[in-house]
Structures are given as structure tokens and as C-alpha cells.
């Protein structure tokens, strides 16, 4: 019997999750490999991804590494054990959460790369450090665009801007990676998990979470439609939100100039 590779082991450890009031902070949790990405950590994420989605109490979950980087790629130790015969994806794709009800920011701390990056794309607001390095890593790998970096990344950052990053590789510092929109906002090291906390914590204290589910769904579906498509959709959605409590407590709320007091979403059905 083979003893169980050290990237297998230890699943609850490898993403640590710590509520802070309607927050959920979620950290990658194997520094000593720069959280290093493997089949192990990833069903760990996404479950506790859809737990949090499932959870009233949740309102924005906040995503970051352990140590010194968010996420160096793909565990090369558990890569090695795949061939293109053994291959198979995951049970819920990279994009899982573009799908949730609930906001999700990363906290891009240190080295993204690979699946790590696109694992960061999909966040839907993404902090980073000033010294943070950036790289898709697959044309230096001999791979191809994955988990459909080829579709979200033009639509993030522009195609010739996607393509330069895709076929080169080549490492761009958070400086850089803001100002051409792969990342939202841009700190110190030291300040970006507060400052994406900070953000989450307003998310969950003053917006709408049926608001903001709403908003999240729009947002993506559009990407896939056009605008006739998005004006539409507004327009079928608006009268139900007028009616609900929701629009009754935020003009309240700022009438009477205090916070406003919304419900939680329910759970899913």
C-alpha cells in the first residue's frame, strides 16, 4: 500500500475558513509551497465556497494566500501524477465562483500564477500587493489557455492585452497589473488584506446581499449577451425590485439617515 502524497493529505488545513461577522475570510494554506494548487484544495475551496453561498450569515467571502503568495499554480507534485489519459476535471469548474449569490474578492498577497491566476479572475473585485507578480505560466509549460482563461481574460483586461500575457508568460508586478485591470485596487503589501476585508465588510453591512446577488447574476450574463439583451433583463427585474422590502428599507434607511437594515438571503432551495 502507497502512502497517501503530501499534497493529498490533510484536506481541512489546506483552505482555512474564519468568519469575521458577515464575512468569510478563506485562506490557501500551504505556505511552505506558496499555496501551491492541487485536486485536495480545490474541492476543500469550493465546498466551503458553497457552504458560505448557503449561509445567511455570509454576505462576502474574502479570498487570500497563506505567507508570502496567493497561489504559485498548480502543485507540480500532483501535476506530475496527471497524464492526458488520467485526466479529468474537476467537479465544479474554475468560474464556480461567478456563479454564487455571494461577492467574492481575492486578495492577491504575493506570486499568482497559472491556475492560481485564473482562480483570481474569477473573484469578482481583486486586491493586490504592489509587488505581487502575475503570470499565466501556460505557454512556458507547454499547456494551452485554461479553465477559459481565453474567454475571461479579453474581457477583463482587452485581447491584445490578454494575448501578450497568454503567448509571453512574462511576469507583471501589481503596478502594472492595475493599471491594465487585472487587479481593482493596489496596496502595500501589508495593507491588502485589510483594506479587502474593509471592503467586504462594507459589502455585508450596507448593500443589499438580494441586491447584490441580483447585480452579480446581471453582470455575468451580460458578458455572454449583448446590450439589448442587458436593458431587457433590467427592465423585467426593476418592478419586482421597487416592490420589495429591500427598496423600502434603503430609502428609509437614507431618509432617516441611518444604516439600513437588510434581510439575508435565504437559503438556497
Known sequence: ?????????????????????????LTLNRPERLNAWNP?????????????DDDPGVRAVVVTGAGRGFCAGADMAALAMVDAAGFRPGERPLSFATTLRTPVIAAVNGPVAGIGLVLALYADVRFAAEDAKFTTSFSRRGLVAEYGAAWHLPRLIGTGRALDLLLSARVVLGDEAGRMGLADRVLPRAEVLDAALEYARTLAEECSPASMALIKGQVYRALEGGLADAEAEAAALMPEAFAGPDFTEGVAAYLEKRPARFAD????A
Open 1 to 25: 500500500m502507497t502512502d497517501t502524497p503530501a499534497w493529498a493529505r490533510d484536506p481541512e488545513t489546506q483552505v482555512l475558513a474564519e468568519r469575521r461577522g458577515g464575512v468569510l475570510l
Open 40 to 52: 485536495v484544495m480545490e474541492r476543500r475551496f469550493f465546498d466551503l465556497l458553497a457552504e458560505a
Open 265 to 268: 438571503l435565504p437559503p438556497r
